[in-house]
T-cell receptor, first 111, second 117 residues
C-alpha cells in the first residue's frame, strides 16, 4: 500500500462544477504540499499546509492531521484547470525530511 | 527573473550511452533537488545538493547515477550506461533555503524526458 493515496485517479467535470480531490497518508508528517502538473509537464507548487485551511483564488486546501487526510477544492472549475494534481507529504527521516508523492489525480474540465 | 531551467527537454539515448541532465536553479537559490517520475508512478526523491555538496543522496540508485552542483554552473545529473528502465521524466527543483532537507516552497523546472532506445 502506498504511503500517500489520492482519489480519484481520474476526474472529469463540466465547466463551473465544484471539484474535490482527496489525499490520505499513512505516515507521520510535518507538512503537506499540493502541486499542479500541466499537460506539458511543468510542475507548480500550489500550497504547503500543516494545519487548517488555505485559500488562493478559486483553490482551497484543507488538512486534518488527526485523520491524516487533505482535500483540494476547486470552485467554479474552468478548462484551464485541466492538469494532474499531486499531493506530497513531508515525512521526518534521520536527519533530513523527505517528500513522498502521491501518483496524482488527472482532472479534465470540459467547456 | 528566470525560473528553474532544465535542459534538454527531451533526450534520447541508446542503451549503454551516457545521459547528462542539466538544471540551473533560480537566481539566488543554492539548494537543488532532483526527482524522477516513472511512467504511471509518482515523483520519487533522488538527491539533494547544495553548492559543491551532496546533502542527501539516499534516493539515488547505487550504481551508474551521480549528481553534482559545482560552485559555478548548473547542477548535473549523470546516468552512465543507460538502460531502458531509466526512461523517465527527471525534474529538478530549487529553493533559497531548506529546513531539514525539504524546501518550504518548491520551484520546479519543466523536466527532462529521457527515452532510452
Amino acid at each position: 500500500k502506498n504511503e500517500v493515496e489520492q482519489s480519484p485517479q481520474n476526474l472529469t467535470a463540466q465547466e463551473g462544477e465544484f471539484i474535490t480531490i482527496n489525499c490520505s497518508y499513512s505516515v507521520g508528517i510535518s507538512a503537506l504540499h499540493w502541486l499542479q502538473q500541466h499537460p506539458g509537464g511543468g510542475i507548480v507548487s500550489l500550497f504547503m499546509l500543516s494545519s487548517g485551511k488555505k485559500k488562493h483564488g478559486r483553490l482551497i486546501a484543507t488538512i486534518n492531521i488527526q485523520e491524516k487526510h487533505s482535500s483540494l477544492h476547486i470552485t467554479a472549475s474552468h478548462p484551464r484547470d485541466s492538469a494532474v494534481y499531486i499531493c506530497a507529504v513531508r515525512r521526518r527521516s534521520y536527519n533530513t525530511d523527505k517528500l513522498i508523492f502521491g501518483t496524482g489525480t488527472r482532472l479534465q474540465v470540459f467547456p | 527573473n528566470a525560473g528553474v531551467m532544465q535542459n534538454p527537454r527531451h533526450l534520447v539515448r541508446r542503451r549503454g550511452q551516457e545521459a547528462r541532465l542539466r538544471c540551473s536553479p533560480m537566481k539566488g537559490h543554492s539548494h537543488v533537488y532532483w526527482y524522477r517520475q516513472l511512467p504511471e508512478e509518482g515523483l520519487k526523491f533522488m538527491v539533494y545538493l547544495q553548492k559543491e555538496n551532496i546533502i542527501d543522496e539516499s534516493g539515488m540508485p547505487k550504481e551508474r547515477f551521480s549528481a553534482e552542483f559545482p560552485k559555478e554552473g548548473p547542477s548535473i545529473l549523470r546516468i552512465q550506461q543507460v538502460v531502458r528502465g531509466d526512461s523517465a521524466a527527471y525534474f529538478c527543483a530549487s529553493s533559497p533555503q531548506s529546513f531539514r532537507g525539504v524546501p518550504e516552497k518548491l520551484f520546479f523546472g519543466s523536466g527532462t524526458q529521457l527515452s532510452v532506445l
